[in-house]
């Protein structure tokens, strides 16, 4: 049973920072795709960053380059995405999601291409 729980969510000052975290279980992902993603209500799920952990290829979304940064702990089971200068617009849900095929670099940070989705963590940046 593959099972993704996301953690760190808060609510901050714009400028401010937060560091999410999602714990993997029943899941090696060590040559796999994982990412994560952003949903406010009334809108549709967005890709934020991806890391292929095989290579370690980061991608990010242009509305957070140079912000944020996603990265594993050295044994893979934690995924982490540290979230510098937050703005509000950075406002949602978080989600981390995983999958193990190995798909195009355009179609890492679209939600079609993940298969096992944690339940998410809220960031709130205030102005």
């Known amino acids: 049973q593959v099972q993704l729980v996301e953690s760190g969510g808060g609510s901050v000052q714009a400028g401010g920072s937060l560091k999410l975290s999602c714990e993997v279980s029943g899941y090696t992902f060590s040559e796999h795709l994982m990412g994560w993603f952003r949903q406010t209500p009334g809108k549709e799920r967005e890709g934020v960053a991806a890391i292929r952990p095989g290579t370690g290829t980061t991608i990010y979304a242009d509305s957070v380059k140079g912000r944020f940064t996603i990265s594993q702990d050295r044994a893979k089971i934690t995924l982490f995405l540290e979230m510098n200068n937050l703005k509000p617009e950075d406002t949602a849900m978080y989600y981390c999601?995983?999958?193990?095929?190995?798909?195009?670099?355009?179609?890492?940070?679209?939600?079609?291409?993940?298969?096992?989705w944690g339940q998410g963590t809220q960031v709130t940046v205030s102005s």
């Open positions: 999601a995983a999958d193990p095929s190995s798909p195009a670099r355009s179609l890492l940070l679209l939600p079609q291409s993940y298969k096992y």
